[in-house]
């Protein structure tokens, strides 16, 4: 599993190399151009000037390691690292709330906004996928088995982004009972901060909520009820522990570990999805900075932000793997 | 068991819901069909061009929400001359065309405005444009009155929009201001050529408007003329903020989301096949080497490095179909893979293994024939979240700047905060397209799937 992460990461940041590359060297080239003009060097003409400039750049370069090819070790490990440690230089048109344009401020700024709406959301439609789907597997045939059934079916087909558009233009327009931005309108050191932030985060947590638990009910549905026709379930019941605690207790748990693989990939579906809704929101997270730096191209956000997001959605595989033994102790991860 | 195409698809339209996919995708067909036989392809290349659009409305609602009780609203009117009745005569020995356009108009408010135009071919002697209108009431206004711009070179066509700010225009209409009661002052030349005379209310009845034109030569030719009256409903669909017919939009849409789809989920489920089949039939080291690689694409995310591929390598539709194929195939081959390790051990497989068959020809003649069904149900299933993926690139911005599709028409709506300002037309139209597309396919699939698992046939023979 660790050495999946590792493959995958180096996977990502070779994919990122080339237009890394030329943030590098465009970095290089500004410094150069900086550096000549504001030292006291005399030049008898401008393509002595520009001979020297030259010269700076490719010496630098070189040390560097830029005019390598993409595979040489040496530099593999260098790029490797600056990306681990976020080391992405500086943005060109965004800035920090304190006023800091280095790539890795900016980013850490926006990451904890994300994990918040992404965190509060992925437990709230667990909770109502478990609970509905168990719901819906003690009566399957029924006509609550069947709406959940095609509501599923249908919220899946539609895109979640484009739900969000229709919610704001449901809520914040026609009802205007939620904010169309969801951009807090108070300042971090406002007392009423937190109450302004969960009132902004509302409609974007009922959108992905909405747009993702008839899927979960449904994962929860199936396998339920495929280990309801299991021999030890009748035989629970015959001994007499009541329907109830069967579903919630014992046939659950057995059911725990393919959910929990399903959910994995259904949470990796939602994160590239609440990215997008993210944007669509104004919601000041990760999502937003992507949608804005693609805007206006700005390199070095977008790597970084391609990288904490990568990091962020191997963690939760990862954690979901973990999660496994503790369902199934037969399965060891490690 | 080998299941034909025509049992498959008799299949298909006996289940209620692979029925329903089946005729969506019709729809969608005929569509697309549509759009790329009578849509002009101009409309097509020139989407992103806001000249092209200049005689539409901007931000127009669909002309149909004026059906029912309440208001009308203006409805956006453009004629040309071939609607309109045109005459030749002479005035005093000089030769006239006249372009005569009636225009029944029952609004319940304003057009916002409005513009004539017109394309004359002429030598030496400029004509002269007379354009004058005829209202309900009987008042007549006369709008413009200028001689064309002196001619450039021999028979030089000349063309041009008269708009209603046109500075001609106020002056002329200004000298009705002592026909009407109401304080003319602040109005605007629309409000004044259609309001009633006593008070500030649209006249509503038919409007006769004729552009004469005075020719002072044989040679000289009226090519064109037109009207455009800018309301607030357009077509099917309205407008979007750039004057863009979103009725054509939504019809060019969908050819391309179909390729999309199609092209990608063909070749991803074919990969996956291949792989699937080679991974399982192989086993051992081979089976455990080829599906960590698996893992790994597992543990990708895909929008993030979509992202970035598109950024890196360039935004044409078929680079976006490629980026997609990347992600595509990985889940295919899982479930290939877990059947082909099972039917490895069927009987004919290993009899043929033991005739000397080469481990291509087992593939190719004995293995997948059998998982071809499944493949078809997983191709149609694979066809949404491909819709899905492009969508989602070009919600971001970063589609194909040449091709108008779904997912642009909702970035632009949502770069113009469509729905805050509640152009609903702009956002539900694509949004609806791209769910029931993804919806037919996703029926169509597990209707399919249902009935195609090889090993269930497999075991109902024996």
Redesign the interface.
């Known amino acids: 599993m660790i050495?999946?992460?590792f493959?995958?990461l180096l996977?990502?940041i070779l994919?990122?190399g080339?237009?890394l590359d030329k943030i590098l060297l465009e970095n290089i080239r500004t410094q150069v151009v900086d550096q000549v003009n504001e030292s006291n060097l005399k030049f008898q003409n401008p393509s002595e000037r520009q001979s020297y400039v030259d010269k700076q750049i490719t010496y630098r370069t070189s040390i560097l390691g830029l005019n390598e090819p993409w595979y040489s070790p040496s530099k593999l490990y260098t790029r490797f690292i600056s990306t681990m440690t976020l080391d992405l230089g500086k943005s060109h048109f965004f800035t920090t709330d304190a006023g800091s344009s280095n790539v890795r401020d900016i980013i850490f700024e926006k990451v904890p906004k994300t994990l918040l709406l992404f965190t509060s959301s992925t437990i709230i439609v667990t909770v109502i996928g478990i609970l509905l789907g168990s719901f819906v597997a003690a009566r399957s045939g029924s006509i609550w088995d069947k709406i959940n059934s095609i509501f599923a079916?249908?919220s899946?087909?539609?895109?979640s982004?484009?739900?969000a558009?229709?919610m704001?233009?449901l809520f914040?327009?026609?009802l205007q009972i939620f904010p169309?931005?969801a951009t807090p309108t108070t300042s971090p050191s406002d007392p009423s901060y937190p109450i302004n932030l969960v009132y902004h985060m509302l409609l974007p947590l009922i959108t992905i909520t909405f747009v993702s638990f008839g899927a979960w009910a449904y994962i929860v549905r199936y396998f339920l009820i495929n280990i309801l026709k299991e021999d030890y379930i009748s035989a629970k019941r015959t001994i007499g522990i009541s329907k109830k605690r069967i579903l919630y207790s014992h046939a659950l748990r057995n059911a725990a570990p393919p959910i929990a693989t399903s959910v994995a990939l259904g949470l990796?579906a939602s994160?590239?999805?609440s990215?997008?809704v993210e944007?669509?929101f104004d919601w000041p997270g990760m999502g937003k900075l992507?949608?804005d730096a693609?805007?206006v191209?700005d390199?070095p956000i977008?790597?970084g932000?391609?990288y904490i997001?990568?990091l962020i959605?191997?963690v939760t595989?990862f954690i979901i793997d973990i999660s496994y033994a503790f369902f199934d102790p037969r399965v060891k991860t490690f | 068991m080998v299941i034909s195409g025509l049992n498959l698809i008799k299949h298909l339209i006996s289940s209620p819901t692979g029925l329903t996919g089946v005729v969506i995708l019709i729809f969608l067909l005929s569509l697309s069909v549509y759009g790329l036989l009578f849509v002009p392809i101009t409309a097509y290349s020139q989407w992103n061009n806001p000249l092209y659009w200049i005689d539409y409305p901007k931000t127009a609602a669909p002309s149909w929400t004026n059906i029912g009780l309440g208001p009308k609203l203006f409805e956006h009117i453009i004629l040309n001359a071939n609607v309109a009745n045109i005459t030749t005569g002479y005035i005093e020995g000089i030769r006239t065309i006249s372009h005569r356009y009636s225009i029944n108009i029952q609004a319940d408010s304003f057009p916002n405005d409005f513009m004539f135009t017109y394309s004359a071919k002429y030598n030496a002697i400029p004509p002269v444009i007379l354009i004058n209108v005829l209202r309900p009431d009987g008042e007549k206004f006369d709008l413009f009155y200028s001689a064309l711009p002196a001619s450039q070179g021999f028979n030089n066509t000349y063309s041009e929009r008269i708009f209603s700010t046109d500075k001609i225009i106020k002056q002329n209409l200004a000298q009705y201001k002592t026909l009407v009661n109401w304080d003319v002052n602040f109005i605007n030349p629309q409000t004044m050529l259609f309001s009633e005379l006593n008070k500030l209310e649209p006249l509503k009845g038919d409007y006769h408007f004729s552009l004469t034109f005075f020719l002072f030569d044989n040679t000289s030719t009226i090519e064109n003329s037109g009207i455009i009256l800018g309301g607030n409903t357009f077509g099917l669909m309205g407008t979007d903020d750039l004057r863009r017919d979103l009725a054509i939009g939504i019809i060019l849409g969908s050819p391309v989301a179909l390729f999309i789809g199609l092209t990608v989920s063909t070749i991803s489920v074919t990969i996956g096949l291949i792989y699937g089949v080679i991974s399982g039939y192989r086993g051992k080291r081979t089976d455990e080497s080829m599906m960590?690689v698996n893992?790994?694409f597992y543990?990708?995310?895909?929008?993030?490095?979509l992202?970035?591929?598109s950024?890196?390598f360039g935004r044409s539709i078929f680079l976006i179909a490629g980026f997609l194929i990347i992600f595509g195939w990985v889940g295919t081959a899982k479930i290939i893979r877990s059947l082909a390790l099972q039917i490895r051990t069927f009987q004919y497989v290993e009899a043929a293994k033991f005739m000397g068959q080469s481990d291509l020809r087992i593939i190719f003649k004995h293995i997948i024939p059998q998982l071809l069904p499944l493949t078809f149900a997983s191709m149609a299933i694979a066809v949404?979240s491909a819709i899905?993926g492009e969508?989602?690139l070009s919600?971001?911005?970063?589609g194909d700047p040449s091709i108008p599709t779904w997912g642009q028409i909702?970035h632009e709506?949502?770069s113009a905060?469509?729905?805050?300002?509640?152009i609903?037309w702009w956002?539900?139209p694509?949004?609806l397209m791209?769910?029931?597309t993804?919806?037919a396919f996703?029926?169509i699939g597990n209707t399919l799937d249902s009935f195609a698992n090889p090993l269930k046939n497999y075991f109902r023979k024996v």
Do not use: E, H, K, Q
């Not at chain 1, 899946?156 to 895109?159: G, H, Q, V, Y």
């Not at chain 2, 919600?395 to 970063?398: A, D, E, K, V, Y």
């Open positions: 050495l999946v992460l493959v995958t996977v990502t994919l990122l080339p237009p079916i249908f899946n087909s539609f895109p982004w484009w739900v558009m229709i704001i233009f914040a327009f026609t169309a931005r990796a994160f590239g999805g990215i997008i944007a669509v992507y949608y693609i805007g191209l390199i977008i790597i932000l391609t997001s990568t959605f191997i595989i | 960590r893992d790994i543990a990708l995310p895909a929008l993030p490095l992202i970035i591929l950024i890196t949404p899905l969508a989602a919600f971001l911005g970063l909702l709506a949502n905060d469509a729905a805050a300002r509640g609903w956002i539900l694509p949004g791209i769910a029931i993804g919806l996703y029926l």
